[in-house]
Structure formats: C-alpha cells, structure tokens
C-alpha cells in the first residue's frame, strides 16, 4: 500500500482538530472539513494555541510550528476529501449522522482509506456503510491528541491485513503506540473507563462522598493523574452518556445502566467544561 500524504479529517471539534494538528505536525497535507466556517476557524485558533503552547515548553521550535500550519487547509465541503488518501472520520456520536458523512466521503474518495474516531460505535457496523469495507477501520486517538500516546486500532470484521499494517504503521510515524483491539462495544478504553466514571457519579447520587473527595481518591490511592469526575467534564458528559448507552444496548449487561444523575445533567446542559459546568465549575 502507497505511502499515506494526503489527509482528510471531518470534523473539527476537539478530537478533529487534535488529529489535524498532529497530522500536518508530522509532515501530512490535512484538509480539515467541517459544516461551516465558524467551526473550521475556531478549529484553527485551537491549534494556533497549541501550537504556541508546544513552543512555548520548548517541545517544538518556531520552524515547525510555521510549516504544520502552512500544512493545514479548512473546507465546509465534504467532497474537499476527494484526492485524500486517508479520511478520518470525527463527527458527533450519531450513527445517522455517521452514516450520512461515510456516504459522501465514500462518493468523494472511494479508493482512500476511511477511519473513524468512534469511541464506542462499532467499526463492523459503520464499515457496512460504505463500498469497500475492506478498507474501513477504527483510528480512536486519546484526548487531548497531540499530547497523549496511545491510538487504539480497532479492526472490523471486514478490515484487511493490509489496511490494518497501513494504519498500524501509519501511527508509529505519529509517534503514538498503536494497539490492535477487536470490534467489541467501547473496544478496550471506554469499556473499561466509562464504567469506572459512572460508579463515581452513582458515588455522588448516593451521597457516599462530594466530587472533590471521589477524584482524590482516585488520584491519591490509584494514581490517576485525573479524577473520574475531572474526566467526565473533560470528556463531556454527553459523550460519557452516549458511550454508556452504546455499551448497554450492545452488551446487554445493566451493569452498564447510565446513572439517572449522569442523565440529568445532560439533560440540564451540565456537560462539562465545554459548558462551563459539569461536576465542577469552569
């Protein structure tokens, strides 16, 4: 398989723009797509600043940080992803959403490899959507992007060797670690990290302690470098929500029972930082 230069990725919120950014980083032409002009440049201040802020620590040099932005170019088109050679798709968690994002990009490149971001959909499903599965696999990077290591590679029932070596290898000239997972709801991370998050917030429901107590804890004795509860509104407790409900409907196991506090605060617009409020305030 060719080498990969040419890079779409749809969806510029703050898992797309952090793929973006590593992308053109190291050395790819990235076109970053979203609904409209707003998103694409508010996309574009957020990498602005992170990038300042890597040069800043000394973790990057002024050179750099000029040719990744020289790298980047923003579209409101989907079919600006024509001529990619690698799509990653890193739209909100709706499965009709998804599957009306993968059409179009299948119509606009239909010989690129397309990845999806997903936290908890899975790859299987979303690789029926579109006419070469074989070429469909999960690329589920950490947030936030350019600063955490792991990729996890999540291979559908379709996906070929070859696309899996690309992908895998793809992720080593990242400097990330890529780790091979099968196609099981919330693949290893969030089957493993949502449900510890939701029994931090039933802790909460029930009064067993406050916010701030729980995340010592979990920092304190477990070493967390962030508490469950800090996560969850770094995260968004809507997504936390929706990966709960993906985990109990495809597992069929209520032990993944998103808690009713959980659900009230999505329900109030308490989503976390990105609303200024979540477990606590910002």
């Known amino acids: 398989m060719a080498d990969i230069n040419r890079v779409a990725v ?52 002024q050179a750099t940080r000029a040719a990744t932005l020289a790298r980047l170019s923003t579209s409101t088109e989907r079919s600006a992803a024509a001529g990619a050679q ?18 179009e990009l299948d119509r606009a490149a239909p010989t690129a490899i397309i990845a999806s971001n997903t936290s908890s959909i899975s790859i ?24 955490m290591k792991l990729v996890e590679v999540i291979r559908g029932l379709q996906t070929s060797d070859e696309t899996l070596a ?12 890529p780790v091979t997972v099968n196609d099981y709801a919330g693949f290893v991370s969030n089957r493993v990290l949502m449900p510890m ?18 995340d010592t804890v ?11 509860l800090a996560l969850a509104d770094l995260i ?30 999505v329900a109030a617009g308490w989503l976390g930082r990105k609303s200024g409020r979540g477990f606590y305030p910002y």
């Open 166 to 177: 690309a992908i895998t290898a793809l992720a080593r000239k990242l400097d990330k670690t």
């Open 86 to 103: 690698l799509i990653i798709e890193a739209v909100p968690e709706r499965i009709d959403l998804k599957r009306e994002v993968l059409a």
């Open 10 to 61: 749809v969806g510029g919120g703050t898992m797309g723009n952090g793929i973006a950014h590593v992308f053109a980083q190291y050395g790819h032409e990235v076109v970053l797509i979203d609904v409209s002009e707003a998103r694409t440049e508010s996309a574009l201040h957020t990498i602005t600043g992170n990038l300042d802020r890597q040069v800043k620590k000394g973790t990057l040099d």
């Open 124 to 147: 299987t499903t979303l690789a029926a959507m579109v006419s070469r599965p074989d070429r469909f696999i999960g690329m589920h990077f950490m947030n936030p992007v350019p600063v």
């Open 197 to 214: 998050i939701n029994e931090a917030i039933f802790c909460v429901m029930e009064g067993v302690a406050e916010p701030e107590a729980i």
């Open 236 to 265: 968004g407790l809507d997504t936390c929500l929706s990966i709960m409900e993906v985990l109990q409907r495809d597992l069929g196991d209520d032990k993944y029972r998103p808690c009713p506090l959980l659900r009230q605060y």
């Open 218 to 228: 979990m920092k304190l004795g477990m070493n967390h470098p962030l508490g469950p």
